[in-house]
């Protein structure tokens, strides 16, 4: 990673928790500040001591109250940032599909999938609306890579996330990664859908979600994780 990735990385990481903190939904650590190094750059946060998450409940209301807050009426965000190692397009779009139309094949494209694999990518790409249909989505600011890693609680039992990948997209495009590692309890889960009940199509959208962290994953890890990739894609066509 170069220098000037360090630094873009940090940066754009700075922009997404100051979006965050503006909406007083949910606690995140300040961001300082984002500086120079010889060979790379810093970032310095708040010191909040983290301990254990507990209140799931509570962690699940204060994520639906952030997906509610009023925000423009586009989809992306001010600027690129990343998803782990990987560049994460956020220019903004009319639409939600344009804008994950974008995201997706961007990840098939570092991806270079061959044969089946690129046919059915390709396939998901042209067909992407049709999964959408009848929905009236309206661009949410989410957290964007809320696993059970980037999630703890403060010393008051006050949720508490960091380390971001924000944008203003989909809600239910957060639970996704949130469902793959796991980590989070049925009471999280309940609280959330009290006040953002699930829409007609949920489960098959929350693959396609999952596809894209999981390409994300076979262009971060490698091979690995290309079965779970073919057996997604299959899924959500068939």
């Not at 220019?91 to 139309?101: I, M, P």
């Not at 957060?174 to 829409?199: K, V």
Request: with cysteine; hydrophobic share 35%; glycine share 8%.
């Amino acid at each position: 990673m170069t220098k000037q990735m360090c630094k873009s990385m940090f940066e754009a990481e700075l922009h997404g928790l100051n979006a965050l903190r503006h909406t007083h939904t949910i606690r995140v650590p300040q961001p300082l500040r984002v500086g120079d190094l010889s060979s790379g750059a810093f970032l310095i946060l708040e010191y909040i001591p983290l301990t254990r998450l507990r209140d799931h409940r509570k962690l699940g209301h204060q994520l639906a109250n952030l997906h509610l807050f009023e925000g423009p009426s586009q989809f992306g965000f001010d600027t690129n940032n990343y998803i782990g190692s990987t560049m994460q397009p956020n220019g903004w779009h009319d639409t939600w599909v344009d804008l994950l139309q974008e995201r997706l094949q961007y990840q098939f494209d570092c991806a270079q999938f061959t044969g089946h694999m690129k046919n059915m990518a390709d396939k998901l790409i042209r067909r992407l609306t049709q999964f959408f249909k009848g929905l009236d989505i309206r661009p949410s600011l989410v957290h964007g890579d809320l696993w059970a890693g980037n999630c703890a609680a403060d010393s008051s039992g006050e949720p508490v996330v960091f380390d971001p990948a924000v944008y203003w997209g989909h809600h239910e495009a957060e639970l996704s990664i949130m469902r793959m590692f796991g980590g989070f309890t049925l009471d999280f889960y309940d609280a959330y859908h009290e006040r953002i009940p699930r829409a007609p199509g949920f489960e098959l959208r929350a693959q396609i979600y999952e596809l894209y962290h999981t390409v994300n994953h076979y262009n971060m890890f490698g091979s690995g994780y290309l079965d779970q990739c073919q057996r997604l894609l299959e899924r959500i066509l068939q």
